[in-house]
């Protein structure tokens, strides 16, 4: 069906997808916010958690970061194709973006595969409790991202919504950022 | 189940517009709507009847107070697990599936959209989603009852260890679904609530500036930024709860390098906002209906709003007092005290801004003026009493006495029955194009509010005289079987049992006026906002003739220089 | 930054990009020194910058009207209100009638340099040096 006129308007001066998105971001970073602030408060209070943060394979972590920023640039250029209203490169450019999601989460994978076989599970203690959480919420938010993303590239090819690939970007940025904040919290800082 | 009580038959049919292009079947209408007002309808008798489940929980445990051991009729013997269970939901229920639902979904999904003059909500599916979340939400707090170990029974703040151990909670399955529930119940009000924002920031009619919108859309607005920034840790720490529960973290467990005054934290961060997340809409549906019915200007109208986003920020710092005897830090406790205090300044500023718009006004005693002048009222002895408990050296002798449970009573019932029976009485004409009879509705006035102070008074003085909250029977502690308490307990429960009784004259009241009541016309009481310029009910779209403009502010009455005394928010100058 | 940020060339994007890979390779070679101050430094100062790079530059948050900044902070300010609030008693090991028994056990362990950073030690408390400092337990309520 097409939308009510109520989705046209722009009282804010802000479209009303680019605005919503911009909410749903700001309610996320209550729910990073209350977890990641939980673990700091354990953090300062345990010099022991360096110790257990040591375990943690930083290469790995590293290259995570890497594959996400990289996913990011694939994201904007995506977003800057749709914008010049080219939107079957802004449709590959958002596979390329979901590759990375993809190979993020195999790294991901491969990590904590190595790590529980290794004795390093979430019931180990609550350093790595909180480690499988906070990584947790935010490959489900990964996820979530690429489930999506695919919807949208399969619209933006046909030249439809390209509106939707800056949304949808805006999005992957953000989870971008989470990411940019874990890796010193659970990987570097020691 | 609610979703399929047909509303607002009639109009719906309409041909306009950018939709509605062809017939729509029962299931597209009734059960999968995209139409606001339908969604609010769901929201609306998915709210009235988890109410009607709550009320039964209230019905079984007061029972089992002041009559000990007996076979409570419909019920049977509660046992003490039935008990913890049944006080438990009551608490949940109530507020996350009847104040949150009614107040800000329900209201929220029917008013926006037609206050500020657009067709829909922004987007009509996230709307949807939104309250099939919240059904299935609905579904699993109550399917916990039907599961082995019974539902959760560790009260409706889920403390650890006692929410997280199986062993003392004795409901493992039931625990988590409680979690799940909840969990699920906020992503629902998320979803609904970024609709709410979105949709009264960007789709005002045109004309309609920042001072132009009526209260109750700010309110719910504010209500739903308060809700979304203060949800977040919560959802985290339900995560965290869900996997103590199943996976055998130790995230709220002391013994195993975890920390449960963290899950206050967790918990009560959101939870005080959230009792201004519920307040808000109410406060908002009683500045419309008393300028209404006191052909009035309100009196202060960004006094009110400024005074409501004071009481948002302030109510992020005020949660720990909630925790002054879980042994927090006791300088923190002084902090807490001095933000609870200050905080009952903006609320006081409200409540006397609502008196000066009563006063010299033309007050007609509807029902629902009887329901707005009774929240103020009402709400004014919960204000008062939360004075009492805000300070921290009060409360160590307070905490967890039926005092506090008549405090938050005599705040979250004016908000959540006393507000929604204002806003659904105001705005039953607009919803079923009848009007409802008014004999009846006093009726049920009088009667809900007598006995109401006739349950929560008398429990004012037993909680002073030391009757602790989250006892199955008092008769197991001699200074509180004392045959005077006994006497209170049984007078508080047979004024619920009244006041339960007392809710079928309104369902009566429902069903007669909507089906033989006389017709309502648009605007019966000759109000200024724009869903009063609407068709009633109004049509998919709502104004099929074009949308409307907007000229001036929602409280223009008795203007000197116009005959009427009504001047409507569309009409030209 | 401007309301047109389409107007920017895809190289605008590879340019930041490329800063973003210095910033991390500096963030990561940071503790390897194994300075305290400077881990903190290029650890979570970086990962500031980081972040503002994106947030401006990919995201366009000065292309969105003011208030959507605003909100933004708004929701940060608050995590740190509950940061504040909730901190001084999470910290503790032991305060008004609780103690956390796990907590002093490990703290205990840590400084007598029996716990090694593997995978099965209870979770610990790094000796509060000035004392006052206990992490909690509302275990021990009476």
């Given at each position: 069906m097409s939308r009510p006129i109520a989705t046209t308007r722009s009282m804010a001066g802000i479209p009303t997808a680019r605005l919503a998105v911009w909410w749903i971001i700001a309610s996320e970073i209550a729910i990073f916010g209350g977890v990641l602030g939980s673990y700091l408060m354990h953090r300062l209070a345990h010099g022991i958690w360096a110790d257990y943060a040591a375990n943690t394979n930083e290469w790995l972590g590293l290259t995570n970061t890497f594959i996400l920023l990289t996913s990011s640039l694939a994201a904007v250029l995506a977003h800057q194709a749709a914008e010049r209203g080219d939107g079957k490169r802004a449709a590959n450019l958002l596979y390329a973006t979901c590759a990375g999601g993809l190979a993020f989460l195999c790294v991901k994978a491969y990590e904590w595969n190595y790590e529980i076989s290794h004795g390093m599970t979430i019931t180990s203690n609550t350093f790595w409790s909180f480690y499988y959480t906070a990584a947790g919420i935010h490959a489900l938010h990964v996820i979530a991202g690429c489930i999506l993303m695919l919807f949208v590239a399969q619209t933006a090819k046909r030249n439809e919504e390209l509106h939707r690939v800056e949304i949808i970007g805006v999005y992957w940025h953000f989870v971008d950022v989470v990411w940019i904040f874990l890796f010193p919290l659970l990987y570097i800082a020691k | 189940m609610a979703e399929s009580i047909p509303v607002g038959h009639g109009a719906d049919h309409a041909d306009h517009g950018d939709h509605g292009h062809h017939e729509m079947s029962f299931t597209e209408k009734y059960v999968f709507p995209l139409d606001h007002k339908m969604i609010a309808m769901q929201y609306m008798f998915t709210g009235m009847f988890m109410a009607i489940i709550g009320g039964f929980f209230a019905y079984v445990f007061r029972m089992q107070l002041a009559f000990p051991g007996i076979e409570v009729p419909g019920f049977g013997v509660v046992t003490p697990a039935a008990y913890n269970s049944l006080v438990t939901n009551h608490g949940t229920i109530m507020i996350f599936w009847v104040a949150m639902p009614v107040l800000i979904a329900a209201f929220g999904n029917y008013l926006i959209p037609l206050m500020i003059g657009a067709?829909?909500?922004?987007f009509p599916k996230i709307n949807r989603l939104s309250y099939q979340v919240f059904l299935v939400s609905a579904f699993v707090i109550l399917g916990a009852f039907f599961v082995e170990g019974g539902a959760f029974g560790g009260a409706w703040t889920a403390y650890p260890p006692l929410s997280t151990k199986a062993e003392y909670n004795l409901s493992g399955l039931g625990s988590t679904m409680w979690i799940t529930a909840v969990f699920l119940e906020f992503v629902a009000f998320l979803l609904g609530g970024i609709n709410f924002i979105t949709t009264a920031m960007n789709s005002r009619a045109p004309g309609m500036k920042m001072w132009d919108i009526p209260m109750v859309v700010w309110m719910i607005v504010i209500a739903s930024i308060l809700f979304m920034l203060s949800v977040g840790p919560l959802l985290a720490g339900g995560i965290m709860m869900i996997f103590d529960q199943n996976l055998g973290t130790a995230f709220f467990d002391p013994d195993r390098g975890g920390d449960p005054i963290l899950w206050q934290h967790l918990f009560w961060f959101f939870g005080h906002p959230e009792v201004y997340v519920v307040l808000l809409p109410a406060v908002g549906i009683v500045a419309d209906v008393i300028t209404t019915f006191s052909r009035k200007k309100l009196f202060g109208y960004k006094t009110v709003l400024y005074t409501a986003i004071g009481t948002g920020v302030l109510s992020f710092t005020v949660w720990a007092h909630h925790q002054f005897i879980a042994g927090i830090d006791p300088r923190m406790a002084n902090v807490f005290t001095v933000t609870t205090l200050l905080i009952s300044v903006p609320i006081a500023e409200m409540l006397f801004v609502y008196i000066a718009t009563l006063y010299g006004g033309s007050i007609t005693l509807t029902t629902p003026m009887l329901w707005a002048l009774a929240f103020i009222f009402e709400f004014l002895i919960g204000g008062v009493t939360g004075i009492f408990l805000g300070a921290s050296g009060n409360d160590i002798f307070m905490h967890d006495t039926y005092f506090v449970l008549a405090h938050f009573h005599y705040t979250f019932y004016p908000i959540a029955i006393i507000g929604t029976f204002a806003g659904f009485t105001y705005w039953f004409p607009k919803m079923f194009g009848k009007m409802m009879n008014e004999g009846l509705g006093k009726l049920h006035f009088w009667l809900t509010i007598l006995t109401f102070n006739g349950i929560f008074l008398p429990l004012f003085v037993l909680g002073a005289a030391g009757?602790?909250?989250?006892?199955?029977?008092?008769?197991?502690?001699p200074e509180l079987a004392q045959p005077w308490m006994q006497d209170i307990r049984q007078f508080a429960t047979i004024c619920l049992c009244v006041m339960l009784g007392a809710q079928l004259i309104f369902f009566y009241n429902v069903i007669k006026s909507w089906m033989s009541g006389p017709a309502s016309g648009k605007n019966p009481w000759r109000a200024n906002t724009l869903e009063w310029t609407a068709a009633s009910p109004p049509p998919h779209g709502n104004w099929p003739e074009g949308l409307p403009n907007v000229y001036r502010?929602?409280?223009?009455?008795?203007?000197?220089?116009?005959?009427?005394?009504y001047w409507p928010q569309n009409e030209p100058a | 930054m401007s309301d047109d940020h389409a107007a920017h060339g895809d190289s605008h994007y590879v340019k930041i990009w490329a800063y973003l890979l210095v910033f991390l390779i500096i963030s990561f070679v940071g503790p390897m020194l194994e300075i305290q101050w400077l881990t903190l430094v290029t650890a979570f100062g970086i990962a500031g910058i980081k972040a503002y790079l994106v947030v401006v530059n990919f995201m366009h948050i000065n292309a969105a009207p003011r208030f959507v900044t605003y909100a933004v902070t708004t929701t940060l300010v608050f995590m740190l209100l509950f940061f504040a609030g909730a901190a001084p008693d999470v910290m503790q090991s032991s305060g008004t009638n609780w103690i956390k028994p796990a907590w002093i056990e490990a703290e205990r362990a840590y400084e007598a340099g029996e716990v090694s950073g593997g995978g099965h030690g209870e979770a610990a408390g790094h000796g509060d040096e000035h004392g006052d400092g206990h992490e909690e337990a509302a275990g021990a309520h009476h």
């Open positions: - | 067709d829909d909500m922004v009757q602790h909250r989250r006892i199955y029977d008092f008769q197991n502690y502010g929602p409280y223009e009455y008795s203007h000197p220089d116009r005959e009427e005394d | -």
